[in-house]
């Protein structure tokens, strides 16, 4: 391959480039049997988010086994007491009651209230869609056991007990934004550095693109946007990045921000909606009940009426946005389907628009085929499979629905684009993972189970699903996701053969090196 000011301008056999391109300043770079890929896109995650929950809070997340207990995860917060300074909190992310000893055991304002009274305290489910706050917290957030829900939709729930007492438990970001907006915001320097860390970390992945599918969430959409745009506006960013706008952030009319408006190497392109919660954290809107507990007669709930969400996101649309919505359950994917379905009506160019589902992740076969058929393009969080396939299978929403997550396989059959994301930091930004997740579709627990083969996908359509497909769900397929002529020369090194090597074993080949319009930003 030969590369000239940051494209690629000759791919093929070595004497056929090295005759037409080398010259002698050329700098030639041997790979020693190290194999070259396109740069990994990662379609699905939240860099500020990642960013807070990683780097400036404390992370609880635990993706190996043995699962901790509600004993362990408050030993870790007492432990974590000592380093709040006066007048701070202790904010955690990271526990999650499907992954936690017993099942479904869950972090309750009394719990955190023997952690401290004094500290006001907060910890992130690992969805992201739930939180756990003290009382010290709630009592500092004005929220009590006669506080309504927060209304103007979202899905917020103050939980509370039979006796209308509040549980500490919140649902959906409604009801989580007044305490977060209660806590004290790192300095600007702080928040740079955490993110440039982050995007460094990400590099060394093998990602060269990135989304945030939440800009605007955390520090309010003025601010990120600046954020955004002083670190990812220049070629010396370790990420090319692409930026979704939270769509419960924006206000009717806005327009600040131009669809596409931004560089080649920094655009805003989408505009995002949550219709559902997590599937793990019950929150999921399904069309048949849970099966936890025993009898249940619970789906979940939708965020927002059919109507409600069409006429926030119409406007946007119509401004030329790309939307992208959340839906986990199989009846938010029926919701978003038939409202996008609306919205392409009279459009003859369905392709052009390239709406989103983000997840996708209980459904049906009439789902497939209804959304292959509009053009839209589903994005999996994958390690649903690995780190929560066995809590779907035998205790969350049984065999039949579990085998049929993430359908990657039928997606593929009916002629349909899919990617593969991270959702961080709900899982671990690691491309590798996500193809050995989809093409082997083990579960993590020690009897290895594989769960639901037909939805299974071989390893050139995993390639695909975190290079060019992604990279085509976000308008950048013309300059990024395949070692082709004329494309920038966003590269990544791995030490193996992704090919050639077991699919089991695909998440454990070393990144090597990691390249933006040719040059390193990571290297080993």
Excluded: C
Aim: glycine content about 8%; proline content about 6%; aromatic content about 8%.
């Amino acid at each position: 391959m030969a590369i000239q000011n940051g494209k690629i301008v000759a791919v093929g056999t070595k004497d056929a480039v090295t005759k037409n391109w080398q010259a002698n300043g050329t700098q030639v770079i041997d790979l020693k049997g190290h194999t070259l890929m396109p740069g990994f896109v990662e379609p699905h995650a939240h860099i500020i988010g990642t960013t807070m929950m990683t780097n400036l809070w404390v992370n609880l997340s635990n993706f190996t086994l043995p699962y901790d207990t509600i004993e362990s995860i408050t030993q870790k917060l007492r432990t974590e007491l000592k380093n709040v300074p006066p007048g701070g909190w202790l904010a955690a992310f990271g526990v999650d009651p499907s992954r936690t000893t017993p099942f479904m055991a869950e972090l309750t304002a009394a719990d955190l209230d023997k952690v401290s009274t004094e500290v006001p305290i907060l910890v992130l489910n690992q969805s992201g869609h739930i939180a756990y706050a003290n009382h010290k917290a709630l009592q500092m957030a004005g929220i009590t056991d006669k506080s309504p829900n927060p209304e103007g939709g979202g899905g917020g729930i103050y939980v509370k007990d039979e006796q209308g007492k509040l549980t500490g438990k919140l649902m959906e970001a409604p009801a989580i934004y007044p305490i977060f907006g209660k806590m004290p915001a790192p300095t600007d320097a702080q928040t740079m550095a955490a993110i440039q860390s982050t995007a460094k970390q990400m590099a060394a992945n093998g990602v060269t693109t990135s989304s945030d599918m939440s800009v605007g969430i955390y520090f309010g959409l003025d601010k990120e946007v600046a954020l955004y745009k002083q670190i990812f506006g220049n070629d010396s960013a370790p990420l090319r990045f692409r930026g979704y706008l939270w769509g419960e952030a924006l206000p009717k009319g806005y327009n600040a921000i131009k669809p596409n408006e931004g560089t080649d190497r920094m655009r805003f392109v989408g505009v995002k909606f949550v219709s559902d919660g997590s599937v793990q954290g019950f929150s999921g809107a399904l069309n048949e009940p849970y099966i936890y507990p025993k009898n249940s007669t619970w789906r979940g709930n939708l965020n927002y009426q059919d109507a409600d969400i069409y006429n926030i996101m119409k406007p946007f649309f119509d401004q030329g946005w790309q939307i992208a919505i959340h839906s986990n359950g199989d009846r938010a994917v029926d919701q978003t389907l038939n409202n996008y379905s609306k919205l392409l009506t009279g459009n003859s160019s369905l392709q052009d628009r390239r709406l989103r589902i983000e997840h996708f992740t209980i459904n049906n076969e009439s789902q497939v085929k209804k959304a292959v058929k509009l053009g839209v393009i589903p994005s999996f969080t994958i390690g649903h499979v690995h780190y929560w396939g066995e809590a779907f299978n035998n205790k969350i929403i049984g065999h039949e629905r579990s085998e049929r997550i993430d359908p990657a396989g039928d997606f593929k059959r009916a002629g349909g684009r899919f990617t593969l994301h991270s959702d961080s930091p709900v899982s671990l930004i690691a491309p590798l993972n996500y193809i050995t997740e989809s093409v082997t579709r083990l579960t993590q627990s020690p009897l290895m189970k594989v769960l639901g083969p037909d939805q299974a996908v071989t390893v050139d359509d995993a390639i695909r699903a975190v290079t060019i497909d992604p990279a085509y769900s976000m308008f950048a397929d013309n300059i990024i996701g395949s070692l082709e002529v004329g494309k920038q020369a966003d590269l990544v090194v791995l030490e193996k053969n992704p090919r050639t090597t077991p699919p089991a074993d695909i998440r454990n080949i070393k990144v090597m090196g990691t390249y933006i319009d040719g040059k390193p930003v990571a290297l080993k």
